[in-house]
């Protein structure tokens, strides 16, 4: 056997050597070019359509390389991401740890000193402080009231019993004018 032979018999995934594949004939222009047809090639492809058994569509050998490419482009997305995110982290860790937490002053020195230093932020903390404290004290006067009014009710309520506990005719007193004058 030739060596031409030999090629031959070796398995071709894209099935370009087996026996039942024919030439398709001289190359045509590209799509993107004028072409104009000759009138001796009319007769010869509508023979051929004819003759030629239906073939499977053969992939480029450049559509394989797209999901390598794809495989190759997520794994270097998905690696440049985790870096990312792990830089993301350490320069959060950096942060905080340069930046002391906020300790309040503690004593009246302490607030001396701060008001010193930021006499606009201490205004200001001490206007939001007054009128927090006059909601809180509007709140605390309005259930105070309630509660005034609940015992007034309580010892009217009381006085009323004991008096009707002394004076068993209280309630048709009561409704005397006689008594009233």
């Given at each position: 056997?030739?060596e031409?032979q030999?090629?031959?018999?070796?398995?071709?995934?894209?099935?370009?050597?087996?026996?039942?594949?024919?030439?398709?004939?001289?190359?045509?222009?590209?799509?993107?070019?004028?072409?104009?047809?000759?009138?001796?090639?009319?007769?010869?492809?509508?023979?051929?359509?004819?003759?030629?058994?239906?073939?499977?569509?053969?992939?480029?050998?450049?559509?394989?390389?797209?999901?390598?490419?794809?495989?190759?482009?997520?794994?270097?997305?998905?690696?440049?991401?985790?870096?990312?995110?792990?830089?993301?982290?350490?320069?959060?860790?950096?942060?905080?740890?340069?930046?002391?937490?906020?300790?309040?002053?503690?004593?009246?020195?302490?607030?001396a000193?701060?008001?010193?230093?930021?006499?606009?932020?201490?205004?200001?903390?001490?206007?939001?402080?007054?009128?927090?404290?006059?909601?809180?004290?509007?709140?605390?006067?309005?259930?105070?009231?309630?509660?005034?009014?609940?015992?007034?009710?309580?010892?009217?309520?009381?006085?009323?019993?004991?008096?009707?506990?002394?004076?068993?005719?209280?309630?048709?007193?009561?409704?005397?004018?006689?008594?009233?004058?």
């Amino acid at each position: 056997m030739s060596e031409a032979q030999l090629e031959e018999q070796v398995s071709n995934p894209y099935n370009m050597k087996k026996p039942w594949h024919t030439p398709d004939g001289p190359r045509k222009p590209k799509a993107d070019s004028l072409y104009y047809e000759d009138e001796d090639e009319q007769p010869k492809q509508a023979t051929r359509k004819k003759e030629a058994a239906p073939v499977e569509e053969e992939e480029a050998p450049s559509e394989t390389n797209y999901k390598k490419r794809y495989d190759d482009l997520k794994k270097h997305y998905d690696s440049k991401l985790n870096e990312f995110r792990q830089r993301e982290e350490q320069l959060r860790a950096e942060v905080q740890a340069s930046v002391p937490a906020y300790q309040a002053p503690k004593s009246e020195e302490d607030l001396a000193r701060f008001r010193e230093e930021y006499p606009d932020l201490y205004d200001t903390v001490e206007t939001v402080a007054h009128m927090r404290a006059e909601q809180q004290m509007e709140d605390m006067r309005q259930r105070f009231s309630a509660i005034e009014q609940r015992e007034l009710e309580i010892a009217k309520r009381e006085a009323e019993t004991a008096l009707k506990e002394r004076h068993p005719d209280f309630d048709e007193s009561r409704g005397d004018d006689a008594f009233h004058d």
